[in-house]
T-cell receptor, first 115, second 110 residues
């Protein structure tokens, strides 16, 4: 039973470029959340996708966008990269329930470096 | 910005000692969770405590929750070198977003 997988593991981009990160959720999960984690900090919520729609968004600019596919996999796109976008990008999946108590299952992240 | 705060930011102890980490938050919550992260990898869920619970145990882990003080603590008993990691508290307020604190970096010396 595969857990959450993310690709690529590492990426180096130049300021102004665009990047796409990919995530496959754990089998049986239908909800994908994306987090940005700067060095030495906790994860910051970017957005969450459910039923192919963005369900909630954190305090990130429109340069950050996403998509969820019918198979529940997801992409995170970042346009016009800034040096400050350098971080570990984490994808987390869960099976949504009304009880709101489902823990998140994380992938190992994509380390993005912007030069 | 982070809406949870862990204390201490860093903790160094000897193997066999207990490690206690604290978390404070600012709003009412539905549940509080603790996660562990090894050196730049993904986070792993450790334990969840609901807002109507006061204490929960899982193996060597003990979590308490005091909603009147808006605080939680994670106790790791008889720590091992393999417990060296960052520990994060996280909570939901009823929406879809799980909010994480800045974490406590635990170093267990063998």
């Amino acid at each position: 039973d595969a857990g959450v997988t993310q690709s690529p593991t590492h990426l180096i981009k130049t300021r102004g470029q665009q990047v796409t990160l990919r995530c496959s959720p754990k089998s049986g999960h239908d909800t994908v959340s994306w987090y940005q984690q700067a060095l030495g900090q906790g994860p910051q919520f970017i957005f969450q996708y459910y039923e192919e729609e963005e369900r909630q968004r954190g305090n990130f600019p429109d340069r950050f966008s996403g998509h969820q596919f019918p198979n529940y996999s997801s992409e995170l796109n970042v346009n016009a990269l800034l040096l400050g976008d350098s971080a570990l990008y984490l994808c987390a999946s869960t099976k949504w329930t009304r009880a709101d108590n489902s823990p998140l299952h994380f992938g190992n992240g994509t380390r993005l470096t912007v030069t | 910005s982070q809406q949870g705060e862990e204390d201490p930011q860093a903790l160094s102890i000897q193997e066999g000692e207990n490690a206690t980490m604290n978390c404070s938050y600012k709003t009412s919550i539905n549940n509080l969770q603790w996660y562990r992260q090894n050196s730049g990898r993904g986070l792993v869920h450790l334990i969840l405590i609901r807002s109507n619970e006061r204490e929960k145990h899982s193996g060597r882990l003990r979590v308490t929750l005091d909603t009147s003080k808006k605080s939680s603590s994670l106790l790791i008993t008889a720590s091992r070198a393999a417990d060296t990691a960052s520990y994060f508290c996280a909570y939901n307020r009823g929406g879809f977003k799980t909010i994480f604190g800045a974490g406590t970096r635990l170093f267990v010396k063998a």
